[in-house]
């Protein structure tokens, strides 16, 4: 059940917040908040408070103060979707003087952010808006994430939505090939009418609070600073496909790879590989070793995902240029760019450069830190592991040399106390199970192996952690899983493994941990 709020409770909050010093700003804010909103629910009567609010913005000329403001607003009109109700109707009532603020705004600083995303929640007025916000010189980037949050979807035609490709902002994907436009109207047109508005209405919100996020960072440390990859790694979308199914590849890890099935010994022979305990065969196929458990082939069996991959050719390089940064950005609160991929680079080449025996890279994806392993370690001791063919199949065109593996992070193929060094970089909050997952890593690991880690974990700070969570991502439709580093670290414990270093810039954690010997 909902709370209620009194006017004079709202009153009593309004003017702490316009009276507080520096120091007690953020307090005052969070308990206006909290009387307000909680963890995605409005107050039972948060819209009568809503004028107040809306009223107190023409109180303050502080913009830390307005544009906290704003995004609470916004927040309190997200609470009811599709938008209608009455805390959201109360919200809109101020669009006039939102529309002013904007006007007289800058690009780029916070207060305009806030107000963009405020303004995200009102697509009837799409053509009141917009027009406000192409004068200020936006970011192409900014602007197309508002004209997509106030985008109304039209279902007479399905072969012309565009679905999936928005995220983070629209602006930020490159042109499509034919085959891949045809791809994507081959799903979205067997999409029923209720999927197909279910499918928008995600894209929609994941936009919506990526626009929140930074808005809420921006108010309290200033523009936002966005880092792009510089790294001298080749854009594999020039380099051919590696097809070729080479079973020395694998061969020459005979000795720790093992069935997922069972757990038996492979025998490997010209074609495919065969379990000696339980006799299943895991095919090769375009240089992957599928070692998923039988039945949980992803994307409708290998056979399609091949195809899938060789059609959706600029999957790997939009992830890795687009959307793993600004995943890093909204999840890990890196809006300052306080970590480069560069600091990434050198963390894990360092870490990686004293491991012995095997390497595993774990959850490894289009591979842009599989690159970084390889240069250290070598193609011949290093194995990368993912569950999605389409992602290796772009790992591949940049290290047709490595053993690739189709294979579960819940049950991996390798025989005991068989790896020297794991990394698990940006994964361990897509799996299914962190807990399980870590435990097969202290399995797999010899003493003295380590484990370099880089996950997120969640918000000390209610809101920034609505918009942390308030997202569907691929195998997380209900918003990801996310963990603190007290719960991580005794997961690890349990694993067998013992933090050496570790590091909280913003969301994020990265640490190195040991096997016990």
């Not at 080449?349 to 690159?371: I, K």
């Not at 290093?382 to 819940?410: F, H, K, T, V």
């Not at 603190?484 to 690890?492: N, P, V, Y």
Request: a negative charge.
């Amino acid at each position: 059940m909902t709370r209620p709020i009194t006017d004079s409770k709202v009153a009593e909050l309004l003017d702490s917040l316009l009276g507080a010093e520096c120091d007690d700003l953020e307090p005052a804010y969070r308990r206006l908040t909290g009387a307000l909103w909680t963890g995605g629910t409005p107050a039972r009567d948060a819209a009568d408070a809503v004028p107040e609010l809306v009223a107190a913005l023409e109180r303050t000329a502080d913009p830390e103060v307005r544009g906290r403001l704003l995004v609470l607003l916004g927040v309190l009109a997200g609470t009811e979707q599709p938008p209608g109700g009455p805390v959201h109707a109360a919200v809109r009532a101020g669009l006039g003087h939102y529309l002013e603020l904007l006007a007289g705004g800058t690009a780029g600083e916070p207060q305009t952010l806030a107000l963009l995303y405020l303004l995200s929640y009102f697509p009837d007025d799409r053509d009141r808006i917009l027009p406000v916000a192409s004068k200020l010189g936006l970011p192409a980037e900014d602007l197309s994430r508002l004209d997509r949050a106030l985008e109304t979807l039209d279902t007479s035609d399905p072969a012309a939505v565009s679905l999936g490709r928005t995220w983070p902002s629209p602006a930020e994907w490159s042109l499509m090939s034919g085959e891949e436009r045809e791809f994507d109207r081959g799903w979205i047109t067997r999409l029923t009418e209720q999927q197909l508005a279910g499918r928008w209405d995600d894209d929609t919100v994941m936009i919506q609070v990526y626009l929140g996020g930074q808005a809420h960072w921006a108010l309290r440390n200033g523009r936002p600073n966005i880092i792009r990859d510089a790294s001298t790694l080749q854009d594999a979308r020039d380099l051919p496909e590696a097809t070729d199914s080479r079973v020395e590849l694998f061969d020459r890890h005979a000795g720790i790879l093992r069935c997922a099935d069972c757990g038996g010994e492979l025998l490997f022979d010209d074609i495919d590989v065969r379990c000696l305990k339980c006799g299943i065969v895991h095919p090769i196929r375009a240089g992957m070793l599928d070692l998923l458990p039988a039945g949980s082939s992803m994307f409708g069996g290998a056979d399609h995902a091949m195809a899938t991959a060789a059609t959706m050719k600029t999957v790997g390089h939009y992830y890795e240029t687009v959307a793993r940064p600004g995943f890093l950005r909204l999840v890990g609160a890196n809006w300052g760019g306080v970590v480069t991929p560069a600091d990434e680079d050198a963390y894990i080449a360092d870490r990686m450069a004293t491991a012995t025996g095997p390497v595993l890279d774990l959850g490894a994806g289009a591979g842009r830190w599989t690159t970084v392993i390889e240069k250290v370690v070598g193609s011949e001791r290093l194995l990368a592991l993912d569950p999605n063919p389409i992602m290796l199949s772009w790992l591949r065109r940049r290290s047709p040399e490595l053993a690739c593996l189709q294979a579960s992070a819940l049950n991996l193929p390798f025989a005991d106390q068989s790896l020297g060094a794991v990394n698990c970089w940006n994964a361990l909050q897509a799996m299914p199970d962190a807990r399980a997952a870590l435990l097969e890593v202290g399995r797999c690991l010899r003493p003295g192996g380590i484990l370099t880690l880089m996950t997120y974990q969640l918000s000390a700070d209610p809101l920034y952690r609505h918009f942390q969570t308030t997202s569907s991502w691929p195998g997380h439709p209900n918003g990801l899983d996310l963990y603190d580093r007290e719960r991580i670290t005794g997961w690890l414990g349990e694993a067998g493994l013992t933090v050496r270093e570790a590091d909280e810039p913003g969301s994020m954690l990265l640490l190195t941990a040991e096997r016990a010997s």
